[in-house]
């Protein structure tokens, strides 16, 4: 199974290229982590249309056939032991999942009408390269739980 983040903003501090590193490399061969950069969009315009140019590269970038999943603030909230289980659902029924990560406008309507399901990690307003550690810690931590390793609030 492939997990296929695809986060727009590129050149992340190297706090944060270091924890998306260090959990992608605790989880096992046959769970790939792998991450899609989309760029900023440039240029000018408003948030709306600033937005849609970036879901034009975000809907290229998704991989054929991948269950899509949009990180949304409007989104469902998930516990990690909820988490864990969806994980474990996608692993047998043989998924490959995409999960889109916008930038500081969010994501474009035509990003969020792909998705299969929205997921909210909080309600709070978080820093986007927070995000990406938090989703990849989050990941690795319901992969555990899957392979029945003590979670500690069970």
Known sequence: MRLTVIAVGTRMPRWVDEGVAEYGKRLPP???????????ARGGGDSGQRRDREARDILKAIPAGDLVIALDVQGRRLSTP???RCLQDWQMQ??????????PDGLAPACLERATRRWSLSDLTLPHPLVRVLLAEQLYRA????????????
């Open 30 to 40: 046959e769970l790939k982590l792998a991450w899609r950069e989309i760029g900023l």
């Open 94 to 103: 043989g998924d490959n999942v995409s999960l889109l990560v916008g930038g």
């Open 82 to 84: 909820d988490l864990a």
């Open 143 to 154: 992969w555990t739980i899957t392979v029945n390793h003590p979670y500690h609030r069970a």
